[in-house]
């Protein structure tokens, strides 16, 4: 039962060739975030979707960017990697505030990027 | 603003034996408070949360308790094994920022080795 899927699980891209990466979600959740996690650091917030949305960290670069066309999928875009972009890209899910069930986020199990 | 402090790693420790990861905050509000880990490769799995003053959060034999006059949310378990190594974050979310959809603050990680 897989609730927040992400693919691919490995992504190899070039310097400076754009990426996406995806994101899709069974939960029907309203919020979905995308965070980057390089290696032995704790995840760190790029922006999140409430419906539609959008909500930009204020240090997030302009080189990330993001898509939601509807409430199961939500994409990263990377316009021109660099090298110091390679990290494990992770998407989680949430209700929003909603009781018991607030802020619960919800992860899936990332994509690892390389640029070479 | 808010952040999460850990206990730094790795901790060693071997099979059975008591495990105390401390985690201790500062939020602007009222956060709700979390404990999620992650297996090598993996995303992050949410272990267990609360979300008021002296709410027990407890999953797969592992409890943390809200203390909000100490501020800290100090993760145990009375016998660990070997499948508990993992790197373990404790999170909050703050309930003073807007729309209840805000990402997580992380501490920085611990990670665990379990010895057999």
């Known amino acids: 039962d897989a609730m927040v899927i992400q693919n691919p699980r490995y992504q190899v891209t070039q310097f400076g060739k754009p990426v996406t990466l995806s994101c899709s979600q069974t939960l029907n959740h309203n919020v979905m975030y995308w965070y980057q996690q390089k290696s032995s650091q704790a995840p760190k917030l790029l922006f999140h979707y409430y419906d539609k949305d959008f909500n930009n960290e204020a240090d997030t670069p302009d080189n990330f960017q993001s898509r939601r066309p509807n409430t199961s999928f939500c994409f990263l875009d990377i316009r021109s990697p660099g090298l110091g972009d390679a990290a494990m890209y992770l998407c989680a899910t949430s209700s929003g505030w909603t009781g018991e069930g607030k802020k619960t986020q919800y992860f899936g199990p990332g994509t690892r990027l390389l640029v070479l | 603003g808010d952040s999460v402090t850990q206990m730094e790693g790795p901790v060693t420790l071997s099979e059975e034996a008591f495990l105390t990861i401390n985690c201790t905050y500062t939020?602007?509000?009222?956060?709700?408070l979390f404990w999620y880990v992650q297996y090598p490769g993996e995303g992050l799995q949410l272990l267990l949360k609360a979300t008021k003053a002296d709410d027990k959060g407890s999953n797969k034999g592992f409890e943390a308790t809200y203390r909000k006059e100490t501020t800290s949310f100090h993760l145990e378990k009375g016998s660990v094994q070997v499948s508990d190594s993992a790197v373990y974050f404790c999170?909050?979310?703050?309930?003073?920022?807007?729309?209840?959809?805000?990402?997580?603050?992380f501490g920085k990680g611990t990670h665990l080795i379990i010895q057999p």
């Open positions: 999170a909050l979310s703050d309930s003073a920022k807007r729309g209840g959809a805000d990402g997580l603050t």
């Open positions: 939020a602007t509000g009222y956060p709700s």
